[in-house]
């Protein structure tokens, strides 16, 4: 059963992880990935240490923006949705994302980020 956490209490893999991303210090942030994670962005799907480090190097880096941390929720011990608030000049200029979390061994084995 899925419940509204604190933000505070999203497991530190994810609070590591989204500090890392939010940095866009890649070689940190790719630490919390399983070898063989899935990550799906924009309708795109990234296989891999290899394919995510590119989407983690380009993602975002062509608009300037302020990224914050909303709202959570623990769907189950694995699973965790993570919602971020975005305002920027990118189209539309606003966005609420969604990060939906798969753990695995305390890493990331799978993240889909959507609207």
Request: aromatic fraction near 10%.
């Amino acid at each position: 059963m899925s419940e509204a956490i604190d933000t505070r209490r999203l497991p530190e893999v994810i609070t590591d992880y989204l500090a890392a991303h939010q940095a866009r210090d890649l070689d940190p942030a790719l630490a919390y990935y399983t070898e063989d994670a899935i990550a799906v962005d924009e309708g795109h799907t990234y296989r891999g240490r290899r394919e995510i480090r590119d989407w983690l190097a380009r993602a975002g880096g062509e608009y300037t923006y302020t990224m914050k941390l909303v709202a959570a929720q623990r769907i189950d011990d694995d699973h965790y949705v993570a919602v971020h608030h975005l305002e920027g000049d990118f189209p539309g200029g606003v966005v609420d994302l969604r990060f939906r979390f798969t753990l695995r061994d305390g890493h990331v084995a799978q993240l889909v980020i959507e609207p």
